[in-house]
């Protein structure tokens, strides 16, 4: 006879594995939640900035498109603010940097990614249940983004903005960013890419995510074990044996595993996940680029940016004004090509698009070089679709797969995380039942 030192042992404690932990402890279950940082949010981290501002180091917008996310903001009663809407926009074309309006330049891309998403509802008439995979989303899922932009005869300056654009979206390169990823966010955005921008960057919770995660945390009776790591899971027709990094064993009769693919092969399974999963987690996903966060001197007027996936920061915005100054927050699309902890190579990126900017202090987490993350917010490169999906939707003995990374719907937000995590609890469940 197995004795058991819990009901399910929980992998992880970003949104996924907190919301998991939290649905089956108020359903009666025990639950284990162990989590390799000294800190719950896994790739979201609102922390308290040297810059004079709280900010948020990984995943920061919310929006009512997203049911999950938007049911736990009314839930708690948390409060929303919006991103400022920029005055100016400059973006750069060949090297050259134009300026205008930010109606002008959204009427550049309006081309390109009308057109591009034309087909989104059709090949995915229902975005959060598209399981299994179709022969057509196959097809188009050998198909990267930037090849789709290619096809549609777009002139430069309407191509770069395009390119551009994905490039933040996929935090990568769109040469390696699957067209089908494309395809689920302007499904989920009812085929509207101007509602699928506003979705990416508009609302946030006032206090950061870690409002969020506090409220939901703070429901939850699980037994929270921080600064843990999990070497191994085996398991046998009884039980799944989690081997902790301090040798440590913990019976369960069902494992929730939410840490993101590309860090999956850093655990032991035995039996062994599905090998085209273990292909793509071997692979990693298309999310390399950066996020960096700078105080600059004096005011910019809320100018914004967005440039190729070829800069080394192809979008800018500034988030808030401080003591006359603007703090600022930048992304590119290849974290090996700056040092976020380098203030001098951070004030030089964002001279290529304001010459005489001056950078006081900088702030970053560089998420591709951290082990437990490996990757920026989810994002899958081509022929990775049915691998993701085929193991999120199904046990693998008494193991779940769960996290933003295996979402159905807003794959890559805060909302998928919720999800997946909601998802993977409620099957636990039954389970155990």
């Known amino acids: 006879m197995v004795n058991f030192d819990t009901d399910v042992v929980v992998i992880g404690g970003g949104f996924a594995g907190v919301t998991a932990a939290r649905e089956l402890t108020q359903r009666g279950a025990g639950v284990v939640l162990v989590e390799a940082r000294d800190r719950l949010g896994g790739r979201t981290w609102t922390k308290d900035s040297h810059l004079g501002h709280y900010l948020e180091m990984g995943g920061t917008w919310v929006h009512w498109s997203q049911p999950h996310v938007w049911a736990e903001i009314g839930r708690y009663d948390l409060e929303l603010v919006t991103s400022p809407e920029p005055q100016r926009a400059l973006w750069m074309v060949d090297g050259s940097v134009h300026a205008g309006t930010p109606d002008e330049m959204f009427g550049l891309l309006d081309d390109g990614m009308t057109r591009l998403l034309e087909r989104s509802r059709e090949v995915f008439p229902n975005p959060f249940d598209f399981t299994p995979v179709t022969d057509e989303q196959k097809l188009l899922d050998q198909i990267t983004v930037d090849e789709m932009i290619g096809r549609l005869g777009l002139d430069a300056e309407q191509h770069d903005l395009v390119e551009g654009l994905w490039g933040l979206n996929f935090s990568g390169r769109p040469t390696v960013g699957a067209f089908t990823q494309a395809l689920r966010w302007g499904a989920l955005a009812g085929g509207n890419w101007s509602l699928m921008f506003e979705a990416c960057g508009t609302y946030k919770i006032v206090g950061g995510t870690r409002m969020l995660l506090e409220a939901i945390a703070a429901q939850c009776t699980a037994d929270i074990r921080l600064n843990t790591r999990v070497r191994r899971i085996e398991q046998t027709t ?49 999310s390399a680029g950066l996020k960096v966060w700078a105080r600059v001197r004096g005011s910019i007027d809320g100018t914004c940016a967005l440039g190729p996936s070829s800069s080394v920061l192809n979008f800018f915005l500034p988030e808030f004004e401080l003591d006359g100054d603007s703090i600022v927050v930048a992304f590119g699309s290849d974290a090996s090509r700056l040092d976020v902890c380098d203030r001098g190579a951070v004030e030089a990126a964002l001279r290529e698009w304001l010459p005489d900017v001056e950078v006081l202090a900088i702030d970053a987490h560089d998420w591709v070089a951290d082990e437990f993350a490996g990757q920026t917010w989810p994002m899958l490169r081509p022929n990775q679709l049915a691998a993701i999906q085929d193991a999120s939707g199904r046990a693998h003995g008494r193991v779940r797969l769960a996290g933003s990374d295996y979402a159905q719907g807003w794959a890559g937000f805060i909302d998928g995380a919720i999800e997946s995590g909601k998802t993977a609890a409620a099957r636990a469940f039954t389970a155990l039942s």
């Not at 840490?259 to 292909?279: C, H, K, Q, R």
Request: aromatic share 2%.
């Open 238 to 286: 009884e039980a799944a044996t989690v081997t902790l990094d301090n040798g440590r064993m913990l019976t369960a009769r069902q494992v929730i595993v939410t840490v993101p693919v590309n860090v999956l092969t850093t655990i032991e399974f035995e039996p062994g996940l599905p090998a085209d999963l273990m292909s793509v987690a071997g692979e990693g996903q298309a």
